[in-house]
């Protein structure tokens, strides 16, 4: 057992770096520090916000040293064992970056490397909405849509360490048709209204306020997802499916559809379908846990 009593997370995603302090049980010892990525920048401008997001962190929780460990949610494709970045589409310029040398040098911790999809599945398995379930299937949908996977209580990730990563498979081209994420409700606004589209938030309130084509864009866009989420489920027959990103807030406006488009693939059976409990951290919480996990393995 590392004589340090923290550990240090981080999620990165495309627009922004994420960060908290955990203690070795997996409690967040801090409020959640973030800071733009920069991803269209030089990387010295994204590794730079990464370094004052872990440093602030461990400030606010007190600590001095380096951490048992540092755990990082990331979109892929990613070399978990190596702890270095694939050919990144959200954050290009890092592509090919050796982050476990860069978190070793600045940190003095190793660093336990983990697609942001699975860190948020983890998350909500361990402190959220899939609390207590041996299986669960996660979807993020963000910038992305990224698919994690819990079974038999545990994080699969499969021989490459890729499971889920249904972006770039036929089931997501065919199925989800790149309308998961919150630019693809922004784009079957486009398509109902020949309007440019407004936020995820706006378009709720209208729907609420019992605007047609606000309704009809929520409507459209639980039939895609669930096409997807239903033949996920009938594969995996999970517990529970939970839903992540600023989408999944507003559930209520297109469950209905969604779950008539996933009844072709589901039959009659059902499965609970859940917004995320952990919010914007669930990928920070699952990163910590990652770490946790394989730092002190006998927790």
């Not at 979109?75 to 860069?102: A, H, T, Y």
């Not at 459209?220 to 939970?242: E, H, I, K, N, Q």
Request: charged share 20%; net charge negative; hydrophobic share 40%.
């Amino acid at each position: 057992m590392p004589d340090a009593q923290h550990i240090l997370a981080f999620d990165i995603g495309g627009t922004k770096i994420t960060g908290a302090v955990f203690d070795l049980e997996g409690k967040r010892l801090t409020e959640l520090h973030s800071l733009p990525t920069m991803a269209s920048k030089s990387p010295t401008f994204t590794l730079m916000n990464l370094k004052r997001v872990g440093v602030e962190a461990t400030r606010k929780a007190g600590f001095e040293g380096p951490p048992a460990a540092v755990g990082m949610g990331c979109p892929g494709p990613l070399d978990l064992d190596q702890g270095r970045f694939g050919e990144l589409d959200r954050i290009p310029r890092l592509s090919g970056f050796n982050m476990k040398g860069f978190v070793e040098q600045e940190f003095g911790a190793e660093l336990f490397l983990g697609n942001d999809a699975a860190c948020f599945i983890l998350g909500e398995a361990r402190q959220g909405a899939a609390q207590g379930c041996s299986s669960a299937v996660g979807l993020s949908l963000g910038s992305h849509c990224g698919c994690g996977i819990i079974l038999n209580s545990e994080l699969y990730l499969g021989s490459t360490n890729s499971a889920g990563a249904v972006g770039p498979c036929a089931l997501a081209e065919s199925d989800f048709n790149g309308r998961l994420s919150g630019p693809g409700l922004r784009q079957i606004y486009r398509e109902v209204t020949d309007q440019d589209p407004p936020s995820a938030r706006e378009l709720a309130a209208q729907a609420r306020g019992g605007d047609e084509m606000a309704l009809e864009s929520w409507r459209r866009f639980g039939d895609a997802l669930g096409s997807g989420l239903g033949t996920l489920c009938a594969v995996l027959d999970p517990d529970v499916a939970v839903l992540g990103g600023a989408v999944a807030q507003h559930m209520l406006l297109f469950r209905g559809a969604m779950r008539e488009s996933m009844e072709p693939a589901m039959g009659s059976r059902q499965v609970r379908v859940a917004a995320s409990a952990l919010g914007s951290a669930a990928a920070v919480v699952g990163a910590a846990e990652y770490a946790r996990e394989r730092v002190n393995p006998d927790a």
